[in-house]
C-alpha cells in the first residue's frame, strides 16, 4: 500500500494545531470559564495523541522509491 505523503503533512498540521489549544490553557480562561476551558484542553489534548498515533502508524508504510515516489513528496528534491 501506497500513501501520498501530503496526508502525513495534514495530520502533522492538525496535531500541532491541537497541541497549541491544549496548552493555552490560561487563554481559554480568560474567554471561557474554568469549566469549559478545561474540557476543550482536555479534548484537544485526547485528539492530540490519538492524531499522533494515527501518524505514527502512517509513517511505518514504506512510500515508492525513484522518480515516482519522489514527485510525490512536495518539499522534496526534484529531478
Known amino acids: 500500500m501506497t500513501l501520498s505523503p501530503k496526508w502525513g503533512i ?9 497541541a497549541f489549544v491544549a496548552i493555552s490553557t490560561a487563554q481559554l480562561t480568560t474567554l471561557f470559564d474554568a469549566h469549559v476551558a478545561g474540557l476543550i484542553t482536555a479534548w484537544a489534548g485526547f485528539l492530540g495523541g490519538a492524531i499522533n498515533a494515527v501518524n505514527v502508524v502512517l509513517h511505518m508504510i514504506p512510500s515508492q522509491s525513484g522518480p515516482v515516489g519522489a514527485a510525490q513528496f512536495p518539499l522534496g528534491p526534484k529531478q
Do not use: M, Q
Not at 495534514?10 to 491541537?18: D, F, G, Q, Y
Open 10 to 18: 495534514w495530520i502533522s498540521a492538525i496535531a500541532a494545531l491541537l
